[in-house]
């Protein structure tokens, strides 16, 4: 059965949203840079234009890197109990703005207010933690005996270059920015051009807070571009990015041939693993909640669902229905559980995979189409009978489509979710800790979730195995790749 909006999810509610002007902040200042290109801002509700995005210009980012090499020093060696302050400052204004800045989000990037809202409150807690973890960076002193001190010291990085995606407008920009402030490095971030205005919202937080101007600076432009004159700028010496694996492969070699580290947090294809001792309508409805969230445009999204052949028609039958009792609308709309695709051309992505299952004998239980426009809407779909050379099995779907294969024996479930290049996130459902124990050493991903498909928390870190990248966000890991350890030996005497 195909889907249609649901009648009542067309009216966004009435409450009046102003969608900001969009500037880039340089050196403490909000400019639209030395040149005069700049793009739309499409609501992908609604496909109305929005606003405009400047595009930095090379004297743009010059600036930009310039003022991160002063921002720098004088970040580096602001007293940290005053860096905290500021910090923490930031974060409280955040938590104090984020229902409007939630609005600003659900215009730019379609998701569900809801969902933009706990966006938010996570990015708020976030910085709080990163900002903790800055406190406690520090070094050790090893025993070496009268007259010798061994010591060794974190010391900050340096001026970061941040590259950021448009799926989470506020999580991903403040992963980057909370890590490298907290840690002492100031930044240069490339935010997405699609949701500009959610970081310029991020940004105007930390200029309330007191953050001395050239330490944060928010640039846009033609990404390769950016990144192509950010990277092997000899100020920049982290470089820290989250998107696709194959622009993640090219800044990581970028990176490489200037000796620089990177931080890369790339796609996956997350496998869900269902075993046969759960209850197949629970492990669905779960599964499904997190399918749908915020369309399936999750790098972490429960995208391969392998599911053992004695519960799996009930598995089906439960995900079927719960697609289609998904409330599919303009996100500003109370009530609206799924929001649109960021743009036309994630539609049409999403849909040629569908198109390409189907050619192969996929079986459409569910959705499988575009939803009437305006907007980029797609409908929840569920997919069966799927051949494992069907593109949905092997590219990341980003989006909302859930192929669901049986299987008899849990090694072949295992062998198939490892058959990827890809190692960001698992899933399993069981309640047997012997299987619990066979997933935990046989998942070759950074992240499992077992009974449960939620999402990250900041105490604990997140990042992926094999082409999903390396180096971690969050936890006590979180600031290990915007410090350098420096070894200290001091001899009293000559
Ligand atoms: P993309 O890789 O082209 O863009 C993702 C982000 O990277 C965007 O913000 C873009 O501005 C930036 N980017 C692109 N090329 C760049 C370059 N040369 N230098 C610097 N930044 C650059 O992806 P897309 O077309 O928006 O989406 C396609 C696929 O990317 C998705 O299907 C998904 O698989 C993946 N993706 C992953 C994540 C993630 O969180 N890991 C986020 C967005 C997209």
Known sequence: MSQSLSPTAREPETVESIYPEIAMYIDGRWTDGSGSRREPIVNPATEEILGFVPLAEKSDLDAALAAAERGFVVWRDMPLDKRAHILHRAATLLRERSAEIARIMTMEQGKALPEARGELAGVATTLDWNCEEGLRAHGRIIPRGPGETLSVVREPVGPVA????????????????????????????????????????????????????????????????????????????????????????????????????????????????????????????SSARAKFANAGQVCTSPSRFFVHESLFESFVDAFVLAAEQITVGNGLTTGVQMGPLVNERRLSSVHNLVEDARRRGAKVLTGGNRLPGPGFFYAPTVLTEVPMDAAVMTEEPFGPIVPIVPYADLDDALRLANSLPFGLAAYAFTHRADTVDVLTRGLQAGILSVNHAGGSVPQAPSGGFKESGFGREGGSEGLDGYLVTKRISHRMAI
């Open 162 to 285: 941040a590259f950021t995606p448009w799926n989470f407008p506020a999580g991903s920009p403040m992963r980057k920015i909370a890590a490298s402030l907290s840690a002492g490095c100031s930044i240069v971030i490339k935010a997405s051009e699609e949701t500009p205005a959610t970081a310029c919202e991020l940004v105007r937080c930390f200029e309330d807070a007191g953050l001395p101007g050239s330490v944060l600076n928010l640039v846009f432009g033609v990404p390769a571009e950016v990144s192509e004159h950010l990277i092997p700028s000899p100020i920049v010496r982290l470089v820290a990015f989250t998107g696709s694996v194959p622009v993640g492969k090219s800044l990581a070699a970028m990176a490489g041939a200037a000796m620089k580290p990177s931080m890369m947090e790339l796609g996956g294809h997350a496998p869900v693993i269902v075993c046969p001792d759960v209850d197949p309508v629970a492990a669905a409805r």
